[in-house]
C-alpha cells in the first residue's frame, strides 16, 4: 500500500520570504499523481498545485511550485513571497491511477505560520 | 469545478445516537468519497460511496458503524451510528469526475461532530 510522509510537523517564515515543505511516498507504482491541498482554520481543503508522476516537469502554479524526483520519490513544496494568506495546514497526497482505488492517501500535514 | 455542500455544517451529538450527514453536489460527479479527520490529524478515507450499490469500506471501517447510502450521482449521505466521544471528528465528502476532472478531488467544506 502506498503511503505519504511529511516528517515537519511545524514551519515558520517570515512573510514575502521563501519556504519549502517536504514530503515523500513510498509506491511501487510508475504512474501516479501527486497533490499538495491546503486547509487554512476554516477546514475547507483546497487543492494549491497537482503533478503527474509521467511528466518531468515540475508543477507551478503563480507562487506555488514543486520539486519532483521521482527516483527519490520526493515531492516537495515551495512557496515564494509568502503571504499571511498561506497559513494553514498542507497536506501531500498520493493517488493511484488504479481504477476503482482512486482515493487520495494523506500525509500526516504541515502547519505553516507565517509571521509577519 | 462542481460546488458541494454539505450539512450539517456542525453538531453536537449525545453518546449513543445517530447523525447523518449530506453531500450535494451541484453536478454530476462519477467518484465519491466520505473521509474522517481527528482532531489535530490528517485524513482518513472511510468508504467509496457507489451509485446504486454498497459503500466499498475501507480497512477498520465497517458498514454497521458508517452506512453510506449514495442513489444518484450528485448526492450521497453517510451515518455515524451509536456515536461515542471518540468518533468526535471533521467528516469530509470529496468527488471527482465529469465536472471536476477524474483526477483530482474537490472537496466539501466539511462537517463538525462532537459527541459529549
Known amino acids: 500500500a502506498q503511503t505519504v510522509t511529511q516528517s515537519q510537523p511545524e514551519m515558520s517564515v517570515q512573510e514575502a520570504e521563501t519556504v519549502t515543505l517536504s514530503c515523500t511516498y513510498d509506491?511501487?507504482?510508475?504512474?501516479?499523481?501527486l497533490f499538495w491541498y491546503k486547509q487554512p482554520p476554516s477546514r475547507q481543503m483546497i487543492l494549491v498545485i497537482r503533478?503527474?508522476?509521467?511528466?518531468?516537469q515540475n508543477a507551478t502554479e503563480n507562487r506555488f511550485s514543486v520539486n519532483f524526483q521521482k527516483a527519490a520519490k520526493s515531492f516537495s513544496l515551495k512557496i515564494s513571497d509568502s503571504q499571511l494568506g498561506d497559513a494553514a495546514m498542507y497536506f501531500c497526497?498520493?493517488?493511484?491511477?488504479?481504477?476503482?482505488?482512486?482515493?487520495?492517501?494523506f500525509g500526516q500535514g504541515t502547519r505553516l505560520t507565517i509571521n509577519p | 469545478s462542481a460546488v458541494i455542500s454539505q450539512k450539517p455544517s456542525r453538531d453536537i451529538c449525545q453518546r449513543g445516537t445517530s447523525l447523518t450527514i449530506q453531500c450535494q453536489v451541484d453536478?454530476?460527479?462519477?467518484?465519491m468519497f466520505w473521509y474522517r479527520q481527528q482532531p489535530g490529524q490528517s485524513l482518513t478515507l472511510i468508504a467509496t460511496?457507489?451509485?446504486?450499490?454498497?459503500?466499498?469500506?475501507e480497512s477498520g471501517f465497517v458498514i454497521d458503524k458508517f452506512p453510506i447510502s449514495r442513489p444518484n450521482l450528485t448526492f450521497s449521505t453517510l451515518t455515524v451510528s451509536n456515536m461515542s466521544p471518540e468518533d468526535s471528528s471533521i467528516y469530509l465528502c470529496?468527488?471527482?469526475?465529469?465536472?471536476?476532472?477524474?483526477?483530482?478531488?474537490?472537496f466539501g467544506a466539511g462537517s463538525r461532530l462532537t459527541v459529549l
Open positions: 509506491t511501487s507504482e510508475s504512474d501516479y499523481y
Open positions: 460511496a457507489n451509485q446504486g450499490s454498497e459503500a466499498t469500506y
Open positions: 503533478q503527474e508522476a509521467y511528466k518531468q
Open positions: 497526497a498520493y493517488r493511484t491511477l488504479i481504477q476503482g482505488a482512486q482515493k487520495l492517501v
Open positions: 453536478s454530476q460527479v462519477t467518484m
Open positions: 470529496s468527488v471527482a469526475g465529469w465536472s471536476t476532472g477524474a483526477n483530482v478531488l474537490t
